[in-house]
Structure formats: structure tokens, C-alpha cells
């Protein structure tokens, strides 16, 4: 069966590349004909308003000749009224002709018919637009155009025709001109012939002046008074030499039509050109190739839809044939790759496939190994049916829970495996956590909700192992860590083997640091939007004898987790005020103190009261405190924190919302916190100034800030551009490098004095 579904589809591939071929080759068939077609009617276009001018212009050379016999055999004639009125009536019957002129070889008008006022004519061989060709009839035998112009006594845009008149010696007696009306001269011809205004038109001369473009509109003036550029006469003659070949100079001085294929800018043309020797001017006719392009779309689309259909036909006929012996592979294979109780691939899978998680081009991805919590007490107590039906929910909401391009299994019993492609250990346990609430959240079976719990082991590919079995042994291991402490999940340690020695050393040298006084503060101000010295931020810093200068983003969460954390903010709380105190009544110098709030300390049930205390023991005015209290804190537990903000407050104590703008937190929730000032996140800051949306980020939270009445703070500013920029966005107030680093009490004092003496001045 196999092989006669592959011999089945063979034979399918082979009449669709038939059919194929012939689609192809009765389309370019059909464009052939189409573009043979379009070139075949142009040029015959062409050929017609080649020889229609021939015939008119001839005409008129004709009497352009009998006019200047009679002004040669007769001076007297340009004088004689009722001869004048015999020309003027003559002129009748040719429209397009506005006057007759007579001039003289020196280039001026001495008469013109219709009793046209001559001395207002300008003389020939002063305008640039007359003088080539004026110089050009004086020194030929026979009817010359001149450029077109506009004449602007006329005002309208004229073609002249010019004979001289000649003695019998061969002296220029006098050059009999003609003014043609543009439009009702080539414009007519060409709109007689080509009604249905399907070409574009242009006329040139051989000097690369255009003579008549059709839809000049507009342009006239650039179009008639400019000669064609020179890219565009090598791009014609490069086209002429690419399409036939190596006789450019015969073709185009050919009297014959000739076409080719033209790209100008943005567009190709389709054009037939056709020379006339007698007038040197060149014909061209052309037609956008998008418009025979769209000629051959209409027919084309009839054609493909005859193919669709004949191959759709087939496809079916083929399909129905194939789809019995697939569908019935496909549930052999998925019996084979799935559990039957849950849906989800199972182990089978897992060992059949693990080449497509494991291999060099693969990439790395993560293992979680999730085990339920007292799930056998649920088999135990309510039977397997009870265990089977929870197994099957939770199956469905582990499903949702994992991301897309993961790969769930049931390992056994109640234990599941979750393949991912991320990689980051952040992201690794919060998805690992967000599994563990979906596993936690209650069951309701047969009425009765049953509980279960989940802990998860993870395992990183190549780090904790190259192949499946090292891999679910590291998980493994892991999970069972997670087990002992329930409703957790850890990753392999291996790979965190050092960062968790130095949180460990961290924690034990932290516990006599206090002690030793080996943790102080410094201080770093800030500044107004006018210069001038507002306060500072108060920080802590910590300078081991055994791990060294330790950053603060580095033993503040360790005191965070270790319980330390109230010790070392009330630590910090006391230093800080003894510190301002001293200055206070040292240098007699009042000023605004920023202190950072942890989590732990926030929520300490007798923060409030120690602080005030504290303030009030100390002799220090809630008015010169602000509290700085991260965004994500607030959002976290609003119910809880907002009536210790109240009460702070209303000891005079300034609140602060530090690193806003990282976090969440809503506008609504913003209104409903008795906060005094906002402070922007340095990560702002760096992007800022060549970053766009950073810099409108920083406009909202100003905005925001204004809106409701807050202090805008910025914080990180190191440059002269940053603080240009947070200044016109209306930012009130600014620390960072580019005013200071942060400063013990003795060099805090300096900055201060120096400053007032400074604004002082």
C-alpha cells in the first residue's frame, strides 16, 4: 500500500509539472502575440502622423515658395491693401496658421498679415528660442521649422516654419515666416489620428529640442525650452543597440518605424520612433508596457483559473485516494506516541524523538520535571477513577499553561515532563511557579474539590547533561529538592554552584558586619531645575575585610531572604539620622534626605511607630524626609501599605515612588497613594537622549507627575545632553554623576557649602 501511495503521488507530480510547463509556454505564447500586436499597431501609428505631416508641411512649403516669388517679383505687394486682404482670406482656410510674416535677413519683422502691429514683434536673432534655426533657414534652400516657443504676443505656444526668399544671385533677399498654433498644427494630426488618445506622443528635432509633446500640460515651459538630456538620448540609443543589434546609425536616421523598449525612471515604455530626413524630426510613439502588462494579466488570470480548476480535479481525484491509508497510519502512530488516558505524548515519544531536542543544530533548551504532591493519598482515599479524572484536568491545564513551541509528556503515573526552548533561569522558574498554581488550584470532582500540590525539577541541555538520561537525572535530583520544601521548583545547582557559595558567604559575613561597623552611608544630592542645591539620597555601602567592596544589589537581597533585612534597615534608618543631625547642628545647614525602604522593613508591623520614634527622639523634621518605596512594592500589597502611608504622612513625611516607569502600577493606582514626588529608573536615562521612545517615556512620567500635583525627580544623569533634555521636559529636580557621586558626611558638607557660596554670588 505504501509503495502504490508513493507511485500514487509520483504520477500526480509528473502530470502537474506536464500541465505546468504547458501554462507556461501557452503564456509567453499569448504575451508574444499581445506585444507583437501593440508594436505592430504603433508603428503604423507612426507611419501615419509621419506622413500626414509630410503632406501638410509640404503644402505649406509650397505656399511659403509662391508667397516669397510674389514679395521678390513685387516690393510693392506688403504695401497693397487688397492684396493684404487676399492673403489674409487665403489664411482662412488654414487654422492652424495664426500669421504670415515677412522679415528681414537682419532678424526684424517687417510686416505680418491680419494687420498685426510688428514693432512690438521681437527680433529673431535675439531670442535664443529663433536664432539657431533663423541662422540655419538664412543658409538653406529649403522650409525650415524653428523651435517651439511661446510668443508672447500671440500668448500661445507657436511653431514657426521660415523660407528664405532668395535673389537671383543667391543673396537672402527676405525670410517669409510662418506662426503655427502648436496644438492645431502636431497637436491635430496627432489627436486626429490617434482618437481614442492611447500613445504618448513626442516630436524632436534634431538639434534635441522637443517640437510637440502631448500632455505637456504644465510643463511646457521646461519640456519646449530645454533640449532632451543626454541620459535620455543614450538610454533611447543604448535600447535601439540592445534590440537590434549593431545598425544603430542606420536605424535612426531610418525613414522607416523602428520599436523598442525604453526604461525611463520608473516605468517602461514600449516606443516606435520614425525619422523624417526633409524636416529632420523624429516621430515617437509610446505605450506603458504596465498597460500591455495588464492586457496580459486579464488573459493570463482566465488561463491560470483553467489550470487551478483541471489541477484541482486531479489533486482531489488523488487526495481521496491517499487520505484512507493516512488517516489509518496516523492513528496507529498516535496510539503508539500518546497516553491514552491523558491525550499527551508519552514516554515512547519522548525516547523516539529526543533527536529533535538534541542534536548540534538544535540549539539548548530546558527539562522541567513536574511530580504531584499527595496525589497517591487521593488514589488511596477516593480510588483511581477520582485520580484518573484529575489527571485529566490537570492535563488540559498544564497544556495551557506551557508555552507554544513546547513539547508536554506524561512521564508515568503523576509525573509529567515539559521540553521548552527557553533557556533563562528567570524565565525558567517563573514558568515553573506559574505550573505549580495551576497544578495547586483546587479540583472539583464528583462535587467534592480535591487538592494536590506540584514540585518541579529543572535540568538545562548541554549544562546539566548531553543526553536524555543525564538530563532527567539532574531534573530529577531537582525535583526532589523541591519535594522536601513542597510547591517548589529549583534548578539543577551546578551551574550556580558559585553564585550560591558567594550568597552563602555573603549571608555569614553580613551577620557580623553590623558589629564591626563595616557598613556605612553616603550620600549623593540632588539638584533644582535652576541649579541650586535641594538634598540628597541616602545610601548604604559596605566595604568587607574577607569579600571587598560588595555592591548593594548584591547583600540586600541575601538580608532580604536570611531575615536580616529589618536588622540592616533600621541600621541604616539610625545612621542616616545621626548623620543629618551632626551636620545639622555642626553646620547649621537644612536640607531634604531621601531614605530607600526594602520590602521587609515596609512591611514590618511596628514600622511606623519606630520611625516616627526614631524622627522624634533625634529632633528631626518629617518635612526634610522623604521615604522612597519601590513601584513594584506598592502594587504588590496596596491594601496593606497604604495605611502606614497615611500615618507617615501625616507626621509630615514626603513619599517617593523610586524606579517609576519599571514597574506597573496604573494611573488609578497612582491617584489613590498619598505620593509626593515620582522618580525616573536610570535605565531611562541611558537610552534617553538616542532613543526616541526612552525619551518619551520620560515625557509621560513627567506629564504624569504634573498632572497630579508630583515632584518629578530624575535619576543617572551623567551628562550635559541628559540634563538639557530632562530640563525641557520639565523634570524639577536631578541627581547623578554629572553634579556628584555619592558623598561621605565630610565631603557632603563641602559640596554644600560650595555650592551656596557659589549660588550665593
Known amino acids: 500500500?505504501?509503495?502504490?501511495?508513493?507511485?500514487?503521488?509520483?504520477?500526480?507530480?509528473?502530470?502537474?509539472?506536464?500541465?505546468?510547463?504547458?501554462?507556461?509556454?501557452?503564456?509567453?505564447?499569448?504575451?508574444?502575440?499581445?506585444?507583437?500586436?501593440?508594436?505592430?499597431?504603433?508603428?503604423?501609428?507612426?507611419?501615419?502622423?509621419?506622413?500626414?505631416?509630410?503632406?501638410?508641411?509640404?503644402?505649406?512649403?509650397?505656399?511659403?515658395?509662391?508667397?516669397?516669388?510674389?514679395?521678390?517679383?513685387?516690393?510693392?505687394?506688403?504695401?497693397?491693401?487688397?492684396?493684404?486682404?487676399?492673403?489674409?482670406?487665403?489664411?482662412?482656410?488654414?487654422?492652424?496658421?495664426?500669421?504670415?510674416?515677412?522679415?528681414?535677413?537682419?532678424?526684424?519683422?517687417?510686416?505680418?498679415?491680419?494687420?498685426?502691429?510688428?514693432?512690438?514683434?521681437?527680433?529673431?536673432?535675439?531670442?535664443?528660442?529663433?536664432?539657431?534655426?533663423?541662422?540655419?533657414?538664412?543658409?538653406?534652400?529649403?522650409?525650415?521649422?524653428?523651435?517651439?516657443?511661446?510668443?508672447?504676443?500671440?500668448?500661445?505656444?507657436?511653431?514657426?516654419?521660415?523660407?528664405?526668399?532668395?535673389?537671383?544671385?543667391?543673396?537672402?533677399?527676405?525670410?517669409?515666416?510662418?506662426?503655427?498654433?502648436?496644438?492645431?498644427?502636431?497637436?491635430?494630426?496627432?489627436?486626429?489620428?490617434?482618437?481614442?488618445?492611447?500613445?504618448?506622443?513626442?516630436?524632436?528635432?534634431?538639434?534635441?529640442?522637443?517640437?510637440?509633446?502631448?500632455?505637456?500640460?504644465?510643463?511646457?515651459?521646461?519640456?519646449?525650452?530645454?533640449?532632451?538630456?543626454?541620459?535620455?538620448?543614450?538610454?533611447?540609443?543604448?535600447?535601439?543597440?540592445?534590440?537590434?543589434?549593431?545598425?544603430?546609425?542606420?536605424?535612426?536616421?531610418?525613414?522607416?518605424?523602428?520599436?523598442?523598449?525604453?526604461?525611463?525612471?520608473?516605468?517602461?515604455?514600449?516606443?516606435?520612433?520614425?525619422?523624417?530626413?526633409?524636416?529632420?524630426?523624429?516621430?515617437?510613439?509610446?505605450?506603458?508596457?504596465?498597460?500591455?502588462?495588464?492586457?496580459?494579466?486579464?488573459?493570463?488570470?482566465?488561463?491560470?483559473?483553467?489550470?487551478?480548476?483541471?489541477?484541482?480535479?486531479?489533486?482531489?481525484?488523488?487526495?481521496?485516494?491517499?487520505?484512507?491509508?493516512?488517516?489509518?497510519?496516523?492513528?496507529?502512530?498516535?496510539?503508539?506516541?500518546?497516553?491514552?488516558?491523558?491525550?499527551?505524548?508519552?514516554?515512547?515519544?519522548?525516547?523516539?524523538?529526543?533527536?529533535?531536542?538534541?542534536?548540534?543544530?538544535?540549539g539548548p533548551f530546558s527539562l522541567l520535571y513536574i511530580d504531584l504532591d499527595n496525589f497517591k493519598n487521593i488514589n488511596d482515599s477516593f480510588g483511581h477513577h477520582h485520580g484518573d479524572l484529575l489527571l485529566q484536568e490537570l492535563s488540559q491545564r498544564l497544556l495551557l499553561t506551557a508555552p507554544e513551541d513546547g513539547a508536554l509528556l506524561r512521564h508515568g503515573g503523576d509525573e509529567f515532563i515539559l521540553l521548552v526552548k527557553e533557556h533563562d533561569d528567570n524565565a525558567l522558574l517563573a514558568l515553573a511557579t506559574k505550573l505549580i498554581e495551576t497544578a495547586s488550584q483546587p479540583y472539583l470532582i464528583y462535587s467534592m474539590r480535591l487538592h494536590v500540590g506540584a514540585s518541579v525539577g529543572i535540568a538545562k541541555y548541554p549544562q546539566h547533561g548531553e543526553t536524555l538520561d543525564d538530563l532527567l537525572r539532574a531534573a530529577d535530583i531537582a525535583m526532589y529538592e523541591s519535594k522536601r520544601l513542597k510547591n517548589r521548583a529549583h534548578l539543577f545547582q551546578n551551574p550556580m554552584q558559585d553564585s550560591y557559595l558567594r550568597n552563602l558567604h555573603i549571608e555569614q559575613a553580613l551577620r557580623g558586619a553590623l558589629e564591626n561597623h563595616e557598613l556605612y552611608m553616603v550620600y549623593q544630592p540632588q539638584i533644582t531645575g535652576n541649579g541650586t542645591f535641594y538634598g540628597v539620597e541616602a545610601l548604604v555601602r559596605w566595604n568587607s575585610p574577607v569579600l571587598g567592596n560588595v555592591p548593594p544589589d548584591a547583600f540586600i537581597p541575601v538580608a532580604e531572604t536570611s531575615g536580616q533585612m529589618p536588622r540592616l534597615g533600621r541600621y541604616i534608618i539610625e545612621s542616616v539620622f545621626r548623620d543629618i543631625k551632626k551636620i545639622q547642628n555642626t553646620h547649621q545647614l537644612m536640607f531634604y534626605t531621601s531614605i530607600n525602604l526594602s520590602v521587609r522593613q515596609l512591611l514590618e508591623a511596628d514600622f511606623a511607630t519606630y520611625f516616627i520614634s526614631r524622627m522624634q527622639k533625634e529632633n528631626i523634621s518629617g518635612v526634610w524626609l522623604t521615604l522612597e518605596i519601590t513601584e513594584s512594592l506598592l502594587i504588590e500589597d496596596i491594601p496593606s501599605v497604604l495605611p502606614l502611608l497615611h500615618t507617615l504622612k501625616s507626621y509630615g513625611v514626603q513619599l517617593s515612588m523610586d524606579d517609576f516607569g519599571t514597574g506597573y502600577s496604573s494611573l488609578s493606582m497612582l491617584r489613590m497613594l498619598p505620593i509626593d514626588e515620582l522618580k525616573i529608573d536610570k535605565s531611562f536615562m541611558d537610552a534617553a537622549v538616542a532613543d526616541r521612545s526612552a525619551q518619551q517615556m520620560v515625557q509621560s512620567i513627567v506629564t504624569i507627575g504634573k498632572n497630579l500635583e508630583m515632584d518629578v525627580v530624575a535619576e543617572g544623569v551623567e551628562t550635559r545632553e541628559q540634563l538639557e533634555m530632562l530640563t525641557h521636559l520639565g523634570c524639577d529636580r536631578f541627581q547623578g554623576y554629572y553634579f556628584a557621586r555619592p558623598l561621605d558626611t565630610e565631603a557632603l558638607v563641602q559640596f554644600i557649602t560650595e555650592q551656596q557660596t557659589f549660588f550665593d554670588t
Request: hydrophobic share 45%; glycine share 4%.
Open 1 to 362: 500500500m505504501a509503495l502504490l501511495k508513493k507511485n500514487l503521488w509520483s504520477i500526480f507530480y509528473l502530470l502537474t509539472l506536464l500541465f505546468t510547463l504547458y501554462f507556461a509556454f501557452v503564456s509567453y505564447a499569448q504575451w508574444q502575440r499581445i506585444y507583437a500586436q501593440a508594436e505592430s499597431s504603433q508603428e503604423n501609428t507612426v507611419r501615419l502622423i509621419a506622413n500626414a505631416t509630410q503632406a501638410l508641411y509640404r503644402t505649406n512649403e509650397v505656399m511659403l515658395d509662391i508667397l516669397g516669388h510674389r514679395f521678390l517679383e513685387d516690393t510693392a505687394y506688403q504695401d497693397n491693401l487688397s492684396a493684404m486682404d487676399t492673403l489674409n482670406a487665403a489664411l482662412e482656410g488654414s487654422p492652424a496658421i495664426i500669421s504670415i510674416a515677412l522679415v528681414d535677413p537682419l532678424g526684424n519683422m517687417l510686416f505680418a498679415t491680419n494687420n498685426l502691429d510688428v514693432s512690438r514683434f521681437p527680433n529673431l536673432l535675439e531670442q535664443p528660442q529663433t536664432r539657431d534655426s533663423f541662422i540655419e533657414v538664412m543658409n538653406s534652400d529649403s522650409m525650415l521649422f524653428g523651435r517651439t516657443y511661446f510668443f508672447e504676443p500671440f500668448q500661445d505656444w507657436i511653431v514657426p516654419i521660415r523660407k528664405a526668399v532668395r535673389h537671383p544671385d543667391g543673396s537672402v533677399y527676405r525670410v517669409i515666416t510662418a506662426a503655427l498654433r502648436l496644438d492645431d498644427s502636431f497637436g491635430h494630426i496627432i489627436k486626429h489620428i490617434d482618437q481614442d488618445n492611447r500613445y504618448i506622443s513626442l516630436i524632436v528635432r534634431e538639434d534635441m529640442h522637443v517640437q510637440y509633446a502631448s500632455n505637456s500640460g504644465d510643463n511646457g515651459y521646461q519640456i519646449y525650452q530645454t533640449e532632451l538630456s543626454s541620459r535620455k538620448q543614450d538610454a533611447i540609443r543604448t535600447a535601439i543597440a540592445q534590440t537590434h543589434g549593431d545598425i544603430l546609425d542606420n536605424l535612426w536616421h531610418a525613414n522607416t518605424p523602428i520599436s523598442f523598449v525604453y526604461a525611463s525612471d520608473n516605468s517602461q515604455r514600449l516606443v516606435s520612433l520614425q525619422y523624417n530626413p526633409d524636416y529632420k524630426l523624429w516621430f515617437l510613439l509610446m505605450t506603458e508596457m504596465e498597460l500591455l502588462w495588464k492586457d496580459f494579466t486579464k488573459l493570463l488570470v482566465t488561463y491560470f483559473l483553467i489550470f487551478l480548476f483541471v489541477l484541482g480535479t486531479l489533486y482531489f481525484l488523488f487526495r481521496t485516494i491517499a487520505t484512507a491509508e493516512a488517516k489509518r497510519n496516523a492513528d496507529l502512530l498516535y496510539q503508539a506516541t500518546h497516553d491514552q488516558l491523558t491525550g499527551l505524548l508519552n514516554r515512547s515519544y519522548l525516547q523516539n524523538h529526543v533527536q529533535q531536542w538534541i542534536n548540534p543544530e538544535a
